[in-house]
């Protein structure tokens, strides 16, 4: 079963940038790489850690 993701501390549930990639480290952590502007305009970026709570319906 699909489940929305929830954006803690933001008022819109949006991700307020564009995914270039996803990643996982040694310990198994997984990442979003993102940019804040589509195309090769800026290059600065945000890594995003994605954690998790299982919440019951």
Known sequence: MMKACHFEGKKENVFP???????????GELYVITQQEVGAINPAGVTVKLTGKMKKD
């Not at 990639?21 to 310990?27: A, K, L, N």
């Open 17 to 27: 940038f564009w995914i270039n990639s996803f990643g996982q480290d040694e310990e």
